[in-house]
């Protein structure tokens, strides 16, 4: 499969991650769209799932990008049913901005799953 080139942020760690210039696991990638293990796990199973594309956040996101949007929450469930956790459950969250606690300005979902979730989240 070609990978199309986007938009990408030399400075951005996750965009230096898709580009294979910082070592990460994956656990899925495809045209639009990686997965990889959080280096700081917060829960038994944390995966990250990321466009290739730049996007600061979800607060940037257009009609434009909506295959991207529509790939990112299909691959979440699909790593989630391969990491044994879809029957129990998991939670799917991304964090927008600095009270939310975003400290990577690049979109991505946290996978997490494996043990239970409070809510509301702290
Ligand atoms: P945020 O706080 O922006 O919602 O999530 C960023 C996540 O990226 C954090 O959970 C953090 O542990 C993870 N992270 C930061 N640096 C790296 C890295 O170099 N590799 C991986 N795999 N995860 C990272
Ligand atoms: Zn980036």
């Given at each position: 499969m070609t990978t199309p080139s986007v938009a990408t942020d030399p400075a951005c760690l996750f965009c230096r991650i898709v580009a294979g210039e910082i070592p990460a696991a994956f656990v899925h990638e495809d045209d639009l769209v990686v997965a990889f293990p959080d280096?700081?796990?917060?829960?038994p199973t944390h995966i990250l799932v990321i466009p290739?594309?730049?996007?600061?956040?979800?607060?940037?996101?257009?009609?434009?990008?909506s295959s991207t949007v529509g790939r990112l929450f299909a691959v979440a469930a699909q790593v989630a049913r391969e990491a044994g956790i879809a029957d129990a459950g998991y939670r799917l969250v991304t964090n927008v901005g600095r009270a939310a606690?975003?400290?990577?300005d690049h979109l991505h979902i946290h996978l997490m799953g494996g043990r239970s979730m409070t809510w509301p989240p702290g």
């Open positions: 280096i700081a796990p917060r829960a290739r594309q730049h996007i600061v956040s979800a607060a940037a996101l257009t009609d434009a990008d606690g975003q400290t990577v």
